[in-house]
């Protein structure tokens, strides 16, 4: 695919590119060096993952997501809610793997295949989400629900291969027993789309991966995310783009001690300049975009940092085997905290995670009596 920069848009792009450039570098130190670095990463996955939902006009509440990746939702989880811990646990798969390995062949093809919506997977293409469940909690196989899923599962795939007869993807000898007649028509495309090839798609946005390499790391991220943005080679899973291009600045060293929340920035630049019509008006709503997550995050470490001295004060001349540091490195790791979460993460009853609580003295954000939740505001 061929992708012309000129003098002129350069010129444009320079002064934000610059500011980007600066921001973010500023941003990787301060998580690389900063003793809550690693709460900030985790946290970021909520964020980011809330982001690109909001970014697809979609509202997902952060405390949802937290309790639905704990598997103690509140109420039914939505299908909003769903893509969002599709996207969190995406997010997830991306930062344990290699820093290359989401842009490359295999990791797009595994990505692509484990991280949609659960519809039209069929059980041999589902086989590489081990890996993306495995990223949870590692308790896959202790799940509570698990059972259910797997009958869910069968069921998908027994979905699966009726589609594949009727768009004509089965092999013969299985359609035959099955199906007698092999069904053309499908005037609403609800069984697929021929001239939407997600295959060539996902080719042709590889084929600008050599432009934006031979171009300052900031500049081919905003590029790469510019070209998905336009080709749309996922119809069902468009917000990979944003988490691709997070990958892409890590694989470069730009943004290496964690992966960068573009989402969370991007929400912040109005929508009209996103979709702009002319590119280089979208260009510079991108890098404005990650100017404004790398402040943000700037923001957050800060904030991180206070209420890690103020519950270190707490602590401070207790026993060795006190649970109050863990508890404090699981809080700085969530957006928020329940006492069951606590009790679940430290191996205590729900009233030992009350009374931790209390004398940690974090902040309560409910009001409520019950359902109560902690965080860091």
Known sequence: MRYDID????????????????????????????????????????FDAAGALWVAGELVHVEDLVLHDAHMDSRAPSHELTIAHSVLRTRRRIWTGEPSWALGASGLATLTATTGEGEGLTQEAKSPAAAVEADDEGEDGDAPLAAEMAE????????????????????????????PAKRNDDPLGLLGDEEWDEEQRLAEWRGVLPL??????VLGAVILFETWDRIEPLRRQHWLGGLLVESYLRARG???????????????????????????????????????????????????????????????????NSSLPELADFILSRPMVSAAMIARQLRITPRGALNLVNEIGIREITGRGRYRAWGII
Do not use: C, N, W
């Open 7 to 46: 003098g002129t848009m350069l010129q444009t792009l320079l002064p934000l590119l610059a500011a980007a450039e600066d921001a973010l570098a500023r941003l990787d130190e301060r998580v690389l060096r900063s003793p809550v670095g690693e709460g900030f990463a985790e946290r970021s996955h909520f």
């Open 152 to 179: 869910i599962d069968a069921i998908l795939a027994r979905s699966q291969k009726l589609i594949d007869i009727h768009t004509g993807k089965a092999p013969s000898g299985e359609a035959a027993a099955i199906s």
């Open 212 to 217: 934006a390499d031979s171009l300052p790391p």
């Open 254 to 320: 730009k943004v290496a001690s964690h992966l960068f929340s573009f989402y969370s920035g991007l929400k912040l630049v109005r929508h009209e300049r996103r979709r702009a019509r002319d590119r280089a008006t979208r260009l510079q709503a991108f890098l404005e975009a990650m100017q404004l997550a790398a402040a943000a995050g700037l923001k957050e470490i800060d904030r991180l940092s206070l209420a890690r001295t103020q519950m270190e004060l707490r602590f401070r001349g207790r026993r060795s």
